[in-house]
């Protein structure tokens, strides 16, 4: 923290080879029209530079940037470190934004929160106080919901390796999104047994692919998540679906 608080005190330097990628000339027309107050080139690039480098070049940034380092030290000196503080307000704001974008458009559309990019407890409270639904994946996550009183039937159970007593511990959930025909049989079996009839979404593979790299391309036909299109096995499956007794087929689902 000492060596942090120094360089928020004085300008960082401006090797050229600490200078962005991006520092072409029409960045830097861009940058004069948006930051007035900032150097005509950017002294480090943001991807590696930490973001109040630029605090002692503007002074809306340096009181900001200031105020947060400062209670940043503090907090973890309170709270000791790994500590992880999230924006409250602008969390909201961006919840609030994405319920307003989609019902004004489609009237029964949910919004719903993925677990994988942060959750806690509180983190569901406020999903919860925001009317947003919540994705979850694997047993912890639930529980996390389940202990704070999340309504269960606005959660969507995701995970292409759900264990037996995770689908056991979702039933009666809003959604199960199934990956599979083996899934398929074990959600069947298990809701029938605990007398529930499961609501389920069908995860489809698009068969698309994307250019990105192969460990994360989710929509290609040889993915390991969801029912292939292939040779009609989806449609398939959907017939399995509808067979079942203590399921109903609800939707689908892809991306």
């Known amino acids: 923290f000492t060596r942090e608080t ?15 990628a991006k520092d072409t000339p029409d960045a830097r027309e861009e940058r004069k029209r948006k930051w007035p107050c ?11 530079a930490p973001p109040w480098s630029w605090a002692p070049y ?18 973890a000196r309170e709270e000791g470190t790994a500590l992880y503080v999230f924006d409250e307000a602008d969390l909201r704001h961006r919840m609030e934004a994405y319920c307003e974008a989609f019902r004004s458009r489609y009237e029964n559309s949910d919004v719903i929160y993925a677990s994988k990019a942060f959750l806690n407890k509180e983190v569901v409270r406020i999903a919860q106080a925001e009317g947003l639904c919540l ?18 039937e606005r959660v969507f159970v995701h995970g292409n ?52 790299h192969e460990y994360i391309r989710t929509g290609c036909e040889d993915s390991k998540f969801g029912f292939t299109m292939r040779e009609d096995f989806a449609f398939t499956c959907v017939a399995d679906v509808l067979a079942a007794e203590n399921v109903r087929l609800a939707g689908l689902h892809c991306h």
């Open 6 to 20: 120094r360089v928020r005190t004085r300008p960082p330097r401006r090797d050229a080879c600490e200078r962005s």
């Open 38 to 48: 900032l150097p005509p080139t950017l002294p480090r690039s943001p991807t590696c």
């Open 58 to 75: 503007c002074p809306r940034l340096r009181k900001c940037a200031t105020t947060t380092c400062s209670s940043a030290v503090q907090l």
């Open 135 to 152: 994705d979850v994946s694997g047993g912890g996550e639930l529980a996390c919901a389940q202990a704070v009183g999340f309504p269960m």
């Open 161 to 212: 390796n759900k264990t037996p007593r995770e689908l056991e511990e979702a039933a009666g959930v809003g959604r199960i999104v199934v990956d599979s025909r083996i899934e398929l049989a074990r959600v069947n079996e298990i809701a029938g047994r605990l007398g529930v009839v499961q609501d389920i979404y069908m995860r489809i593979t698009p068969g698309v692919e994307a250019d990105t």
